[in-house]
């Protein structure tokens, strides 16, 4: 009797359109999974669905670069594929290098996040060039631009100008109806979100202190039950108590007021192997998140194990419904 009461209330809650706990828990992965790359450094991990075909974009560079400084100087953008989402994943070509040194991104690309726009596949990441330096950060300017194309396979058009014009890392977009929200952070880690009617900008500023009280970076927007969602790196454990470890914010809005969801911790530093191995990260960063048929079903993160980096995707037990 009690189980049959049970089951009326939670089927009640749930015509009336109550709000899901959304809870990212993990299942086990293969150790040969994800996407690696003998003698590179491969960091960061987008992917995207088309028709049989997993296609991760990550970043790469040379070892010989170091890490994670690297970067900075000869980064690229990077297409691989699989079969399953989980990998692992095969190299099949650059998406963004290097191009003549009068254009923006001309020396390096990082942070690729790949979106379907209507009819077009837009890969927003961040460039620079070695002329260009920037006023408030002690290096070179790093700014969010993007490429498009209509085939996943490309070619791809990049854009001719950054769409931020100043120092900007991280880029996370949310296609929300008919306009388009922008989140990035500076060089001191100051979070700004930005709003536009089209991807390709102009945008306009809408918070430019979105965590004033603790330093965040590496964000993914998503929404759901009509809020919005943060995961992110939570850079010096001001939210979870852990440096760098994965949280979850909200807001109702999707501008102003936001707060620590609960359960608040996305991930760890722990990544559980199928065969009941656990690899302790040394970093683990990046995340993003796989949507396919309006869920969540995989969070992708950036691993460094104190040898080697790659791109892991890990399966969610229960998908996210998203809005």
């Known amino acids: ?126 460039g620079c060039n070695f002329t260009t330096y920037s006023e408030n950060y002690n290096g070179l300017l790093r700014r969010i631009g993007y490429a498009s194309s209509k085939s996943i396979t490309g070619p791809w058009k990049r854009s001719k100008k950054p769409i931020i014009n100043s120092e900007s890392n991280n880029p996370a977009i949310l296609i929300d109806g008919k306009k388009v929200l922008l989140l990035y952070r500076d060089a001191q880690l100051k979070v700004v ?49 852990h440096e760098r470890w994965g949280v979850h914010l909200f807001s109702v809005d999707g501008i102003n007021d936001w707060k620590p969801y609960n359960p608040v911790v996305v991930y760890n530093h722990d990544i559980e192997f199928t065969d009941n191995t656990v690899l302790k990260c040394t970093r683990r960063e990046r995340p993003q998140l796989f949507i396919e048929n309006g869920k969540i079903t995989y969070l992708i993160t950036a691993v460094y194990d104190g040898k080697n980096t790659w791109s892991q995707p890990v399966k969610l037990k229960r998908p996210i419904k998203i809005d």
């Open 193 to 241: 979100l930005a709003k536009s009617d089209n991807y390709k900008g102009s945008y306009k500023t809408v918070n430019d202190n979105l965590s004033p009280s603790c330093k965040l970076e590496d964000f993914y927007l998503f929404k759901a039950d009509n809020q919005y969602h943060i995961i992110c790196e939570d850079n010096v454990g001001g939210v979870s108590g």
């Open 1 to 126: 009797m009690r189980y049959l009461f049970v089951l009326i209330i939670s089927l009640m809650f749930s015509q009336l359109g109550f709000s899901q706990k959304i809870a990212f828990e993990f299942e086990k992965v293969p150790k040969e999974s994800g996407f690696k790359m003998e003698g590179y450094w491969v960091w960061c991990g987008s992917m995207i669905n088309v028709g049989s075909t997993y296609h991760l974009f990550a970043s790469r560079w040379k070892k010989q670069g170091g890490f994670p400084d690297g970067y900075r100087q000869s980064s690229e953008v990077v297409r691989a594929t699989s079969k399953s989402p989980l990998g692992p994943f095969k190299f099949e070509e650059v998406v963004i290098g290097e191009r003549d040194s009068s254009f923006w991104d001309s020396n390096m690309a990082h942070n690729p996040t790949i979106h379907k726009i209507g009819n077009e596949y837009v890969l927003f990441y961040i």
